[in-house]
């Protein structure tokens, strides 16, 4: 199983930015997914979420209408559109996956993912 996140950089406040985790070795339909992120000294907390089918989604408080999760599963990768960034943002990006036994309504934890990318940083500065 390998997840791969791409598409972090540097970017200006308000500017954007969209994150790519390209699945392989097993098939996403069967997952829900995850976008988390990390910031140095600090816990790793949930983005966003999406179901395996794509119909349902679920963000953390201080993303909500600034970002937007996505799944192709013909590709079996998910998104993650980031707009407005604000210096808060800063961190480290992580995907994640599990299994149809994860409980949708607790895809926001990280501690109930197996599967994870290796990161990707994202840095929001003037």
């Known amino acids: 199983l390998q997840l791969v996140e791409s598409g972090g950089g540097l970017v200006q406040p308000g500017g954007s930015l969209i994150l790519s985790c390209a699945v392989s070795?097993?098939?996403?339909?069967?997952?829900?997914t995850g976008w988390f992120r990390q910031a140095p000294g600090k816990e790793r907390a949930g983005v966003a979420c999406?179901?395996?089918?794509?119909?349902?989604?679920n963000y953390a408080d201080s993303v909500k209408g600034r970002f937007t999760i996505s799944r192709d599963n013909a590709k079996n990768t998910v998104y993650l559109q980031m707009n407005t960034l604000k210096p808060e943002d800063t961190a480290v990006y992580y995907c994640?996956?599990?299994?149809?036994?994860?409980?949708?309504?607790?895809?926001?934890?990280?501690?109930?993912?197996?599967?994870w990318g290796q990161g990707t940083q994202v840095t929001v500065s003037s």
């Open positions: 999406i179901s395996n089918s794509g119909s349902s989604t």
């Open positions: 994640a996956a599990e299994g149809p036994l994860l409980l949708f309504r607790l895809c926001m934890l990280p501690g109930k993912y197996s599967n």
């Open positions: 070795g097993f098939n996403l339909d069967y997952y829900i």
